[in-house]
């Protein structure tokens, strides 16, 4: 502590420390909040359903997405990016997961909301399986802290099926 | 001569032993005092942003009290030894002796 320079950095380093101990807690108090988000989505309609040049099955479709997600929200939360995905199965894939459509909900205000929207993004196969398949529509949501960890989590609603022929 | 002159300047830019003790506990205890009390505050009010604002001012505020050198942090002030002191003293001799090789048994 002999000198002006000595100090400074003595300071300055201890002050960072600190913070660095400060984020570290306020990240860990995330865990200390349980969140009870909540969500239900329509297919309003099928718009069209085609089997595209290359051999792949294509859908287009109008949704309504309706979501509860403010009990998610802490005082270290920078936003959450929420998309919904469609899920099934094919003899080729056990798992398909296709995102139709995703948004950023920048505060606690936004995150109650009911969207009536077609879907952002192609509804494509990998093939031609989709005629008559049963699909889950899953909400995926990852929670963007300001410090620490992003908690990511979802709700999965089953129930939707595809119709039987191209339209 | 020159020892002393240089001696004496750094004795306006340095803390005396107790000044500098005094410096290094009040900023740990000040830091460490404005950390807590930001992060309570910024927890309570559900605020990020005012934890961090509490924090720098912290900060600032610390830096402000402890790394200057203020008259406070030199009431303890070291007496160096007198120039005219040192002319009355003759310097100690070097012994001049033959090195004794140690017996190892």
């Known amino acids: 502590?002999?000198?002006?320079?000595?100090?400074?950095?003595?300071?300055?380093?201890?002050?960072?420390?600190?913070?660095?101990?400060?984020?570290?807690?306020?990240?860990?108090?995330?865990?200390?909040?349980?969140?009870?988000?909540?969500?239900?989505?329509?297919?309003?309609?099928?718009?069209?359903?085609q089997r595209q040049p290359n051999g792949n099955?294509?859908?287009?479709?109008?949704?309504?997405?309706?979501?509860?997600?403010q009990s998610m929200f802490t005082w270290n939360t920078k936003q959450v990016f929420v998309f919904l995905a469609a899920e099934y199965a094919t003899p080729k894939n056990s798992?398909?997961?296709?995102?139709?459509?995703?948004?950023?909900?920048?505060?606690?205000?936004?995150?109650?909301?009911?969207?009536?929207?077609?879907?952002?993004?192609?509804?494509?196969?990998?093939?031609?399986?989709?005629?008559?398949?049963e699909f889950n529509l899953t909400l995926h949501w990852h929670v963007m802290p300001k410090t620490g960890k992003m908690f990511a989590d979802k709700?999965?609603?089953?129930?939707?099926?595809?119709?039987?022929?191209?339209? | 001569m020159s020892e002393e002159n240089f001696l004496r300047e750094k004795e306006n830019t340095i803390m005396d032993w107790q000044g500098q003790k005094l410096a290094e506990q009040l900023m740990q205890t000040l830091l460490l005092a404005f950390a807590v009390v930001a992060?309570?505050?910024?927890?309570?009010?559900?605020?990020?942003?005012?934890?961090?604002?509490?924090?720098?001012?912290?900060?600032?505020?610390?830096?402000?009290i402890t790394v200057p050198n203020w008259p406070?942090?030199?009431?303890?002030?070291?007496?160096?030894?007198?120039?005219s002191e040192v002319d009355r003293h003759p310097k100690p001799q070097p012994v001049k002796s033959k090195k004794k090789p140690t017996k190892q048994k």
């Open chain 1, 1 to 49: 502590m002999h000198s002006f320079g000595y100090r400074a950095n003595s300071l300055l380093t201890f002050a960072v420390t600190i913070l660095a101990v400060m984020c570290a807690m306020a990240s860990f108090s995330d865990n200390l909040n349980t969140p009870s988000p909540s969500s239900q989505v329509e297919v309003l309609s099928i718009n069209w359903f």
């Open chain 1, 57 to 69: 099955d294509e859908v287009s479709m109008t949704l309504n997405i309706s979501a509860n997600l």
């Open chain 1, 95 to 133: 798992l398909n997961q296709v995102s139709l459509w995703d948004g950023i909900i920048p505060s606690k205000e936004h995150a109650k909301f009911w969207i009536h929207t077609t879907n952002k993004y192609r509804f494509t196969d990998q093939g031609s399986n989709l005629r008559g398949k």
């Open chain 1, 155 to 167: 709700i999965i609603m089953t129930g939707f099926r595809l119709p039987e022929e191209y339209r």
């Open chain 2, 39 to 64: 992060f309570v505050a910024g927890y309570s009010l559900g605020s990020f942003q005012m934890m961090l604002l509490i924090y720098a001012g912290g900060v600032a505020l610390t830096t402000l």
């Open chain 2, 72 to 83: 406070f942090f030199n009431r303890h002030p070291l007496k160096w030894l007198d120039s």
